[in-house]
């Protein structure tokens, strides 16, 4: 497939997933008539309407190569993309990351109150396990056990909230390189290497047959880590819609800090090729996949 056609599918996949997802997190979070109200709005705020969507086009692009219906995707790359938010809510707090912008708006704690942001970040944890547990997710009880089991472990202790205490942790003490990747291999790649194992998993792909996909998603997660690190340090904040340069002004060590910028852009590079290249047995079913890849480290916000 040329290039200006990956480009092309990979616009389309993005302008698609985005709406989609919009859509879908519309239906799952009506407004209601009742004190409720602010906590959903604000739910809707965090949620509706901004980010990327690279978590959710992952887990449908997976999904798409075997087979799995739209409905069941969308609903399983909602549920990622509700950890995801509530991970930014809480990340912006004053306590944790004090930021005030987020995808180009006011994070929630901004638009509505500190109280509000820690319960929405909370419902919407909650939320991701519902949608998860619907049958309209997959009528097989045993894949959505696969798929809570996943996504619960990618999100706790041993995923993402252990990644950002020691991300906590790295501003008091200086990481290596090691302790670094490890780092982002949770705070970071944890999501997004379950993102693809659950599209594998509506795809009923038993556990042993996810191998390939296990590693791509491993260095596609280092890859979108050091290139948030390179749009740390070079990026636009107008385009980033969040604050830059914060690493630097806390003194916390980076793959750019640790590496230079150049040897981390040729490692992110390398990382791809790697990804792209453990695909090659998918043929052009994985397409969209590969230009993921590559999506990842020519971004720019």
Known sequence: MSGELVDNLLTDALARVQSDIDSAFDAWLPVPDDARRRLVEAM???TIGGGKRVRPLL???TADMFGVSRTSSINAACAIEAIHSYSLIHDDL???DDD???HGKPSVHKAFDEATAVLAGDSLHALAFDILCHRDTSSDPFVRSELVATLAK???HDG???GQMMDIVAEQEQFDLGQITRLQQLKTGALLAASVEMGAILGRVAPEGRTHLRAYARDIGLAFQIADDLLDVEGDEALAGKALRKDEGQGKATFVS???ADKARSQANMLVEQAIG???SYGEDASLLTALARFIVERDR
């Open 44 to 46: 809707r705020h965090a």
């Open 59 to 61: 887990l449908i692009a």
């Open 94 to 96: 004053p306590c944790m």
């Open 100 to 102: 005030a912008m987020r």
């Open 154 to 156: 990618a999100s706790g």
């Open 160 to 162: 993402m909230a252990g």
């Open 258 to 260: 640790l590496m230079g």
């Open 278 to 280: 453990i695909l090659a």
